[in-house]
């Protein structure tokens, strides 16, 4: 993401929502690398390293989810440009990380 100047304005209505769509993105992410470790969790011998997989996974969407700037509509259009197949990947039954 980008540093956006202190005094760039706030973005319009529709910039708004373009932003909470990214935001969206993000939750199905995370939400997703939780259900990953939950069915991880519940094997018999859970793999450490698709636990610490799914852990790293969540984090970085979360810190991403965070740097984004809603002012910063280049950085936003990028997100859903990236995430947004993923995550219809993910809805229509794929098993896509977006790693």
């Known amino acids: 993401m980008t540093d956006v100047p202190p005094d760039k304005p706030w973005p319009s209505l529709q910039e708004g929502v373009r932003y909470e769509v990214a935001q969206d993105l993000f939750g199905h992410l ?14 018999e011998t859970p793999d450490p390293a698709e636990l610490q997989r799914w852990t790293s996974q969540a984090t970085q969407y979360a810190a991403e ?3 984004l700037d809603p002012r910063d509509q280049e950085a936003v259009e990028a997100v859903i440009a990236k995430y947004g197949p993923v995550v ?3 809805r229509s039954g794929g098993d896509n990380s977006g790693s």
Do not use: T
């Open 88 to 90: 219809r990947g993910l």
């Open 65 to 67: 989810r965070a740097a």
């Open 30 to 43: 995370i939400g997703q690398c939780s259900a990953k470790l939950a069915e991880e969790r519940h094997k």
